[in-house]
């Protein structure tokens, strides 16, 4: 299951990607102005939502450190599967799953508390029964 910061990066991604064709803002028209003389409707694509949170988390992923930045970018917003991503970025499969994972709970610590991952610790980190 995805994390809610996982979502958000998707949709991140899809604004990047330019599937938001419209600006960031209120719509440039309204729902009256797309009616056709007809009384019908037209098809519009898909529309994201741009939000503050989205905005915020743009912001946030400026500020990451150069390399999970690119690895970010090139996970939520670069077509193509994962292999042509690790050629692309000059990085191993591991080091670029860890530098997405430690991205993921950079940004979910600075979105706050909707975006926060839980802390798991594996069993072969606690020393006693006394801390489970």
């Not at 939000?51 to 939520?76: Q, T």
């Amino acid at each position: 299951m995805k994390s809610n910061i996982e979502v958000l990066l998707g949709e991140w991604g899809a604004w990047k990607r330019g599937e938001n064709r419209s600006s960031l803002g209120y719509p440039g028209q309204s729902a009256f102005q797309r009616m056709r003389v007809d009384g019908q409707r037209r098809a519009d694509p898909y529309a994201l939502m741009v939000d503050d949170d989205l905005r915020k988390v743009d912001e946030h992923i400026a500020r990451l450190f150069p390399e999970a930045h690119v690895v970010v970018v090139a996970h939520y917003v670069w077509p193509g599967p994962v292999k042509t991503k690790l050629d692309r970025v000059k990085a191993t499969r591991t080091r670029y799953y860890d530098l997405l994972e430690m991205a993921h709970k950079q940004l979910s610590h600075w979105m706050g508390e909707r975006y926060q991952i839980p802390c798991v610790v594996p069993a072969e980190f606690i020393l006693s029964g006394h801390l489970v």
